[in-house]
């Protein structure tokens, strides 16, 4: 599977912005998940979407304004992040993986397959 996020760059605290992940290649996937990681900070979970049920779940501090979605035609994920903060400045990553199980979702070295990664900056 290879992934390719897109989407980020700079808004004002408070403003939205939509992050996608396309998949291509063989397209199993389990769970996808974004990550994030500031400077100086260890990647950090945000949001999973179980493939086929949809299911999500996010981490505490994104809850109530991140939205985390899947097109399965277009082999494609979103996160939409509203209410952006500046300490949501990050760089976003999407990963993915076949087999992980649900007590490693937040566990970036659980995953198989990643994308490039892409900036989204918070600041006025």
């Known amino acids: 599977v290879q992934l390719q996020a897109s989407g980020g760059g700079l808004v004002q605290p408070g403003e939205s912005r939509s992050l996608s992940c396309a998949a291509s290649?063989?397209?199993?996937?389990?769970?996808l998940s974004w990550f994030r990681q500031a400077p100086g900070k260890e990647r950090e979970f945000v949001a999973t979407?179980?493939?086929?049920?949809?299911?999500?779940n996010y981490v505490d501090s994104v809850k109530g304004r991140f939205i985390i979605s899947r097109d399965k035609a277009k082999n494609t994920a979103y996160l939409q992040m509203n209410r952006l903060r500046p300490e949501d400045t990050a760089v976003y990553y999407c990963?993915?993986?076949?087999?992980?199980?649900?007590?490693?979702?937040?566990?970036?070295?659980?995953?198989?397959?990643w994308g490039q990664g892409t900036q989204v900056t918070v600041s006025s």
């Open positions: 990963a993915a993986d076949s087999r992980i199980i649900v007590s490693s979702l937040s566990n970036p070295h659980a995953y198989e397959y």
């Open positions: 979407v179980k493939w086929g049920a949809g299911s999500t």
């Open positions: 290649g063989p397209t199993f996937i389990r769970y």
